[in-house]
Each structure stands twice: as C-alpha cells, then as structure tokens.
C-alpha cells in the first residue's frame, strides 16, 4: 500500500502488477495518488473492483498478483474500471522446467509444544470430532435414513430445529383460532443448547446422496472409494451401513475399499440390507437398536493430548468475492504456512480456481512425479469440461464478478493464496489420503460442496472456507471454519460466519496477526472447545463428484 492517505483507498497485490485494488467505493473524477502516481478515474470504483494503471491498447496483457489473468478488448484510459466488456480471461502456459525453490518458514516459536485435545486412532490420525455415521451405498436408502436421523437426533440431544417446530405450532394455533397469522407477533426464540445424551460422541451424521446405481460402473466405484474414505475418517468412530440390495454399488465393494485403504480397520461397522429383511419397520427398528449399542461404545472414547503436527487441515474458498485475494485467502495462506512449519498437513483443492496459478504450483513441486501428475490431472480435468461445452475459464459465478473477480485467472490466483508458499509435497486425485506432512494438492472441482467432500474424503479432520458473499456451506464429518473477507459480511451473516478477516483491508492487523489467530480459532476448535457455526447449525452438505461435469 502507499502512504497513509491513501492507504485504505487502493492496493497494488505485486510489484508487477497493472491494476489497483479499490478498498472502497472511489467516484468517478476522484484523483487517486498512489507510489508518486496520480490516477483520474474514468469510472465509479467500487470497493473490491480495479481500475488500470495506465492507458491499455487492445490485446495488451494484465497482470495481478503477478501473473496474467486477461487481454484487454479494446483501448482503455488511464484510470478506467475493469470489466467482463473489456477484459477477457487469460494466463500463461504452463510446464515442468525443474525449477529450485526455497521457501523461508515462518517463525513458529509461539505454537511450538502447543497441543490439541482430540481422538486418537488406531491407524494413527487423530481426530477433532467423534462422529457416528450413516451410509447408504445407494439413494434408495435416502428416506430410510431420514426416518432414522429424525428419530436420533431428537431422543440424544442433536436435533436444531426445536425453534422452527414451535414457530410452525404457533402459525398453526393462530390459524385454527381464525387469526389472520400475519397479525401474530411471535418471537422466535434461539433453540436451547441441548444436553447430549452421549457426552462424547459430538454427533450422529448421515451420508444421503444420489448415486450407487443407475450411473455408470465407473460412478459406483468412485462412489465406493469415497464412502469408504468417510468410514475410515478420524472424525468417525462407527458406522451403520443401509443397503437395497440390487444396486451396482454392492456391500462387499464397500467393505473392501474399506480394507484396502486401511487393513487394521477396527471400528464398529453394522450392515442391513433391504431386499434381505422382512419389512421397512424391522430395518428401521435393527438399525437404530444396534446403533443405539455402538453409541454407548464409542461413547467410552475421550480426547486426548497430540501435537499441532496431527492437525489436518483442508483450505477452501466459496463465495468468493474481490476481497478474497487481499484479506482471507492471504490469511489463510500464512497459517498454512505455519501448520506445515509444525509438521502437519495442508490440502489445497479446487483445480479449476489454480487457472493461472499453475507455474507457482510446479515449481514449488518436490518431485518431478508431482510435478507432472498436477500437470496431467489439470489437462485431463479442462479436456472433459470442454468436452462438455465448458472449460475453466467459465468458473467465476455471476455473484463472483458482480464483486470484482472478472477472469477465472483472477479468482484462482487470489484463490491459490490460500494454500501458503510452502513446497508441494504431494499431488492427490480425488479420494486419495493424505500421507505426507506438508502441502498437498487434491483434485476436485471447485464447486464448494464436491470440494469440500473431497477434502475431507483424503484426510482433512478441520476445513478453512473463506468467503465474501457469505455461504453455509458445511461437511458432515469435518467441521467447516467460516472466515470472511470483509467485515460487513461478518456483521450481516454473524449466524454462518466464525472468523472475520475484515481488519486486514481496514489495516488494523496484518496479514501475519491474522494467520495466527486463525491458527488459535483451528486450535480450539480441534479441541472441542469451539464449535464451529457449521457444524452448530448441522450444515451437514455432501456430494460426491462426477467427473468432468462440475467446476
């Protein structure tokens, strides 16, 4: 930023950078005096949207965050807003060229002995929630698992509906008693935190989805590898498995991928199968008596100390606004950075927002045979978009570029900020675990809920979502830590929102200070002494990805 009169004003992400960054609305004619510059602007800016830095000739290329993001349509005045009318996406070439990267870690003399209180498993990870979990292996199981979750939920203290219920029996009451019901003034009380019945187990979470037959073999085995994934997740403790019977994805497929991916997989697991009992109401009644048991077990389990290197922590961005970039994504980046300094690990997904970010990516790849298993998974993933009448340069959304992120190259190089600046350490397709301290990369759409069941598919036991436009996104077995952009997001949306990165653009605290706090909230929330506003409101999203159809 510039001197402090003009400090809250604009922003210049990169020295090599055409554009500015308006961090408040900026009217038409205002004279914006920026690093011994005069800007006159041609337009009204809006906060979060950029103007240029100079006059711009047709075809010439702009750059922010240091790297092209578009061509401009047509000549443009000094000063003159960016536009989808006048600037279209575009980003370099991309390849492999051994490059020696350094990276300076970050001082983590603060968190070092620091310690989270969570779940120790017999493979190994630790978990930061105790969760029981419902699969289906096909959607014809969906309204079975509805009976049952409704039944659950309500008897053991997890339900959060309470307060909808009563508004609805005072509607009701109003209406029976012949009242115009807009005339009733009823308040509508914050449901009492309930007491759980099982102390320990901080959930009972179901997996509904629309796959396991009818879609291709390819979809079933996809699907298979990822419900196995869930089962075998930290977070979860036992498993009640619900099966038709007839479907592609069969039981025996399940339990497999179960053994491949863990062979010392010990937990609680009980099957039922439709077609094999005599009557809905006997499935029902079985599933949740045996249940009801496994709850008891897991119930025994309690958290313990581990070390910060055992955190596992996914990092997304949905709603993502011009501010994304500058405040959250940035902020996020640095504790990542100082997660990895710890010895823990780092999933950065989303690949159709790493548009225009790939280069940074493979040279800050370890191996050659990362390197170019990201270079493969990108191309294969853009050809079938294409194939499809797509292509990721069609990812920002219209609430995306009514906020300022005009090419998909601008949103992923803001949205690739958000996995820090430490080496690559791995590359991971989709529903592949996590091994390896440090920062991987995992292949899933940038669609906010198939990213963030990806990530939790290959090991994310907490998950960093940024957002300006504000979303609830959650994920029924890793709890889901909001951070906003901008503080008028976190005042407006308080109910979805846990971290507000706000004081970044209105330069009350530096990127670094937030990274640590941010780190601290993760801290807690591992321990079971935060409860995420997700996870509160059982924001319980999942959907497994098909793949080339999503962005």
């Given amino acids: 930023m510039s001197d402090n009169n003009t400090k809250k004003l604009v922003v210049k992400l990169h020295p090599d950078d055409n554009v500015l960054v308006a961090l408040t609305d900026l009217q038409k004619g205002d004279s914006i005096h920026f690093e011994n510059?005069?800007?006159?602007?041609?337009?009204?800016?809006?906060?979060?949207?950029?103007?240029?830095?100079?006059?711009?000739?047709?075809?010439?290329?702009?750059?922010?965050?240091?790297?092209?993001?578009?061509?401009?349509?047509?000549?443009?005045?000094?000063?003159?807003?960016?536009?989808?009318?006048?600037?279209?996406?575009?980003?370099?070439?991309?390849?492999?060229?051994?490059?020696?990267?350094?990276?300076?870690?970050?001082?983590?003399?603060?968190?070092?002995?620091?310690?989270?209180?969570?779940?120790?498993?017999?493979?190994?990870?630790?978990?930061?929630?105790?969760?029981?979990?419902?699969?289906?292996?096909?959607?014809?199981?969906?309204?079975?698992?509805?009976?049952?979750?409704?039944?659950?939920?309500?008897q053991l203290g997890y339900a959060v509906t309470d307060k909808y219920n009563q508004f609805t029996h005072e509607l009701l009451e109003g209406y029976l008693n012949g009242n115009d019901i807009n005339d009733i003034n009823i308040e509508l009380n914050p449901t009492p935190k309930n007491k759980r019945v099982f102390e320990n187990v901080d959930g009972i979470k179901f997996l509904n989805h629309q796959g396991g037959c009818g879609g291709t073999r390819q979809d079933a085995s996809t699907l298979s590898a990822l419900l196995a994934s869930y089962a075998n997740h930290p977070n979860v403790g036992g498993i009640t498995l619900l099966s038709l019977g007839c479907q592609h994805l069969q039981i025996q497929d399940f339990v497999n991928d179960v053994k491949r991916q863990n062979p010392e997989f010990d937990k609680p697991l009980f099957i039922f199968e439709q077609q094999q009992t005599e009557s809905e109401e006997v499935l029902i009644t079985n599933a949740i008596k045996k249940t009801f048991e496994g709850l008891i077990e897991i119930n025994k389990y309690e958290r313990t100390d581990a070390p910060l290197s055992d955190l596992c922590i996914g990092v997304k961005c949905g709603g993502s606004d011009g501010f994304s970039g500058v405040s959250a994504n940035p902020a996020v980046g640095y504790t990542s950075d100082l997660v990895v300094a710890l010895g823990g690990k780092i999933l950065l997904a989303e690949f159709p927002e790493l548009c225009g970010a790939e280069q940074n990516l493979i040279d800050r790849c370890i191996t050659e045979d990362n390197a170019k298993k990201f270079i493969d998974l990108m191309e294969s993933y853009d050809e079938l978009a294409h194939k499809v009448g797509s292509g990721f340069h069609m990812n920002p959304s219209p609430g995306n570029i009514k906020d300022g992120l005009i090419t998909d190259a601008i949103k992923s190089a803001g949205a690739a900020k958000k996995g820090g600046t430490s080496p690559v350490v791995d590359v991971l397709d989709y529903t592949e675990l996590v091994t390896k301290p440090g920062l991987s990369l995992v292949c899933t759409p940038g669609n906010d809920v198939e990213a963030t069941t990806g990530k939790a598919a290959s090991g994310a036991t907490l998950i960093l979502f940024t957002t300006g436009l504000g979303t609830p996104t959650g994920n029924p077995v890793c709890p889901v830590i909001k951070v906003a952009t901008n503080s008028v997001l976190a005042t407006r949306m308080?109910?979805?929102?846990?971290?507000?990165?706000?004081?970044?653009?209105?330069?009350?605290k530096s990127i670094e200070e937030m990274g640590e706090e941010i780190l601290e909230y993760c801290i807690k929330a591992a321990s079971g002494e935060i409860i995420p506003k997700a996870v509160q409101l059982n924001q319980d999203d999942f959907i497994p990805w098909k793949r080339g159809v999503s962005l």
């Fill in 37 to 154: 510059e005069t800007y006159v602007l041609q337009d009204l800016i809006k906060a979060k949207h950029k103007f240029y830095m100079q006059d711009m000739k047709q075809g010439e290329e702009v750059n922010m965050y240091g790297v092209l993001v578009g061509k401009v349509q047509n000549d443009l005045a000094k000063g003159s807003l960016m536009t989808t009318e006048n600037l279209k996406h575009a980003a370099d070439p991309y390849a492999y060229r051994n490059a020696s990267y350094e990276w300076n870690a970050p001082d983590v003399s603060k968190f070092e002995n620091r310690t989270f209180k969570g779940y120790k498993r017999k493979d190994g990870r630790v978990g930061t929630a105790n969760y029981w979990l419902f699969i289906p292996t096909v959607f014809c199981e969906n309204r079975n698992l509805d009976v049952i979750k409704e039944a659950l939920h309500k």
């Fill in 494 to 508: 308080k109910d979805i929102i846990d971290i507000d990165c706000g004081p970044i653009i209105s330069g009350e």
